[in-house]
């Protein structure tokens, strides 16, 4: 067979609608997952931290082609011209239900569902001309997109019965501790105190600001070929202070806490990054009722099975956390003129920083429908 798609979330949703709209047939893809609805994890964890808006802006989106994007959509649709001058202005944000509608007709326009295959892949072995991927089969072009690897809990948390991970259902009750720093914590800190709550924001340092989770250039052709031109030692050092927490600048964000600091409802204690920290931390909770974790994912390649298991078994180049990718985000020892694997999502970033966002899905989708067509059919 032709692709496979190893992941069936919104990046894979993503590459999915690229190929079929560069005139793949449905027929000679495969996608591999356990869900067939592309938005099942996203819309777990979104829900948890009862996400209303969207952090991205109009081209945030799982669509082939940039234009139309969500923006121009919503103005159709309400026949009002101000999501369009938002979004001139980069003050769009789409809301979650829009995100997920169109999610949902992309799934449906695509026929995403004809070319699911309910299936967990645990290796993916190069052959002649292509890849085994786990006893279904020979694919010419694989992308790997299986999101992140799991949830980030404090070690020193473990067995407290206060404690929920920000992205697991929960609700918010008496004096909550809300450990983290970026969009997610940020967001729960004004969930808590709507419900009622009393928090503590703890933290290692003090959140970045800013609208995207990474800086506007790392979006733009010139920002990337800068990064691009970077060597690895400096590379992975710029990537470790881009994942530093951030959330976006604006009033609605500040006012609910500002209001609640001067009503000695929120406050704050920083627990620092030193080895001290684990003690720093229990004892900022001392005398908290409920523990919110928004501490994230697991970070790096070790920590998914199937790319800690590639990686060891045909010795793909590596740095720190990092599977080490070329610009197109293809691994270039397992990429040549009659084959592709790729990888999209959180594992792409060596190419593309951004590379867990809905923008860096379609970074690692073009490119891997750039390397099909390029390849002789089989
Ligand atoms: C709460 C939240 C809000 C976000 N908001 C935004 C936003 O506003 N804008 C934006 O651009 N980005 C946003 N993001 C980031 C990003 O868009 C999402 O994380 C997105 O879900 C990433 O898509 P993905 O396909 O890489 O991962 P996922 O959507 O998590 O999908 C991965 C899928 O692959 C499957 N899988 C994993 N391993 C395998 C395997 N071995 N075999 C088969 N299947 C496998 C998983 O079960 C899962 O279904 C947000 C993220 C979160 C958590």
Request: hydrophobic fraction near 40%.
């Amino acid at each position: 067979m032709r692709c496979a798609i190893v992941g069936d979330g919104l990046a894979g949703l993503t590459a999915y609608a690229t190929l079929r709209h560069g005139g793949i047939e449905a027929g000679e893809i495969a996608v591999f997952g356990e869900d067939p609805d592309p938005a099942a994890a996203w819309r777990a964890r979104a829900s948890a931290i009862r996400q209303r808006r969207m952090r991205s802006e109009s081209d945030g989106h799982v669509a082939p082609t940039s234009f139309p994007g969500l923006a121009v959509r919503e103005a159709v649709r309400r026949r009002r011209l101000g999501p369009v001058l938002r979004s001139v202005a980069d003050r769009y944000n789409p809301t979650v239900t829009d995100f997920l509608e169109h999610v949902a007709e992309v799934r449906e326009r695509t026929g995403w569902d004809a070319s699911h295959r309910a299936a967990r892949v645990e290796r993916i072995s190069p052959v002649d001309d292509g890849f085994e991927v786990d006893g279904h089969g020979r694919f010419a072009h694989v992308l790997v997109a299986p999101g992140h690897p799991g949830l980030v809990r404090p070690d020193a948390l473990d067995g407290d019965p206060r404690v929920v991970h920000a992205y697991e259902p929960h609700g918010h009750d008496g004096r909550v501790a809300i450990v983290g720093a970026g969009m997610a914590a940020a967001t729960e800190w004004l969930n808590a105190l709507a419900a009622g709550a009393a928090v503590v924001s703890v933290r290692r340092r003090p959140p970045e600001r800013r609208p995207l989770n990474l800086p506007r250039p790392l979006f733009t052709r010139r920002g990337l070929a800068a990064y691009h031109a970077t060597p690895a030692p400096a590379r992975a050092g710029l990537l470790r202070s881009w994942l530093s927490p951030s959330y976006p600048p604006g009033r609605a964000w500040d006012e609910p806490v500002e209001a609640a600091r001067g009503a000695g409802r929120f406050s704050e204690v920083s627990i620092g990054t030193n080895g001290a920290s684990a003690d720093a931390l229990l004892e900022a909770l001392e005398g908290v009722d409920q523990v919110v974790c928004a501490t994230g994912f697991r970070r790096g390649f070790r920590h998914d099975p199937l790319l800690a298991r590639l990686a060891a078994e045909t010795g793909l180049e590596t740095y720190e956390d990092w599977i080490v990718l070329a610009p197109d985000a293809t691994v270039p020892a397992l990429t040549d003129e009659r084959r592709t694997l790729a990888l999209a999502g959180v594992p792409a970033q060596w190419a593309f920083p951004a590379a867990d966002t809905l923008a860096g899905a379609k970074y690692a989708a073009r490119r891997f429908l750039d390397r099909v067509r390029r390849c002789p059919t089989p």
